[in-house]
Nanobody
């Protein structure tokens, strides 16, 4: 059974940093697409970042500020978030796309498993 569990959210001032973690179990870590998405109140869920093997991609609004990485030994994927802005406030979710299809990595409808989410709040 695949399980994803996020942690690391919280309240931070604008310009600050947070590191989100997503511990994965029940999957072969190296052969799936792992993604981070976020959803703010009243808005659609949106793509933030994704990784497979050594390939990464980011939404334009986080490029240069956020970094996705993974630890294959710990089966954990991370999202390092720097220079946070109030508009980054959202619930952040990690997700797994089990077929390893990189061409759909930014489409949340294509992901098979989701964590419960972790709240990130950035004050101005």
């Amino acid at each position: 059974q695949v399980q994803l569990e996020e942690s690391g959210g919280g309240l931070v001032q604008a310009g600050g940093s947070l590191r989100l973690s997503c511990a994965a179990s029940g999957l072969t870590f190296s052969s799936v697409v792992l993604g981070w998405f976020r959803q703010a109140p009243g808005k659609e869920r949106e793509f933030v970042a994704a990784i497979i093997w050594g390939i990464t991609d980011y939404a334009d609004f986080v490029k240069g500020r956020f970094t996705i990485s993974r630890d294959k030994v710990k089966n954990t994927v991370y999202l390092q978030m720097n220079t946070l802005k109030p508009e980054d406030t959202a619930v952040y979710y990690c997700a797994a796309e089990m077929s390893g299809r990189w061409d759909v990595h930014s489409n949340h409808h294509e992901y098979d498993f989701w964590g419960q989410g972790t709240q990130v709040a950035v004050s101005s």
